[in-house]
């Protein structure tokens, strides 16, 4: 099964797992338990479902004519104004701490790619947000 068809089992399984044992396993999950949206399972689990069928249908529909768009893009262009959209919204939000933090993680984020090691080592940084 090819990883994009994962997300949706992956959301289920964590709604359950949220729900039956209290304990978020991803980041949405925590965030929802801290904003009290859990309950009611099977209105979340529907609107999984639904969130689904529309990705599915939005992939059918215009799925080849974006790969087209998004091919024909400048690569650097499109990273340098998401940099700067993630770097607007970071202050936004929390200011210049927010911009220091922001500047922090993107660091961290780079140090895989300059050490050979994989991202997923990072994930570690996670486990105290969860427990």
């Known amino acids: 099964m090819h990883?994009?068809?994962?997300?949706?089992?992956?959301?289920?399984?964590?709604?359950?797992?949220?729900?039956a044992l209290g304990t978020p396993r991803t980041g949405v999950m925590v965030a929802m338990e801290r904003a009290g949206v859990t309950e009611p399972l099977g209105a979340l689990v529907a609107t999984a479902g639904l969130a689904a069928a529309i990705g599915f249908a939005l992939v059918v529909s215009v799925g080849d004519a974006y790969l087209r768009t998004v091919g024909r893009l400048d690569y650097t262009r499109v990273s340098?104004?998401?940099?700067?959209?993630?770097?607007?919204?970071?202050?936004?939000?929390?200011?210049?701490?927010?911009l220091a933090v922001f500047a922090?993680?993107?660091?961290?984020?780079?140090?895989?790619?300059?050490?050979?090691?994989?991202?997923?080592?990072?994930?570690?940084?996670?486990?105290?947000a969860v427990m």
């Not at 949706?8 to 729900?19: K, Q």
């Not at 998401?82 to 927010?98: C, K, P, S």
């Not at 300059?114 to 940084?125: D, I, K, N, Q």
């Open 3 to 19: 990883c994009r068809y994962r997300r949706i089992p992956n959301t289920v399984f964590a709604l359950f797992a949220l729900v």
């Open 80 to 98: 340098l104004a998401t940099g700067a959209l993630l770097t607007g919204v970071a202050y936004l939000f929390a200011g210049i701490l927010g």
């Open 104 to 128: 922090l993680a993107a660091l961290v984020g780079l140090l895989p790619a300059v050490l050979g090691v994989r991202r997923v080592h990072l994930m570690a940084v996670l486990a105290p």
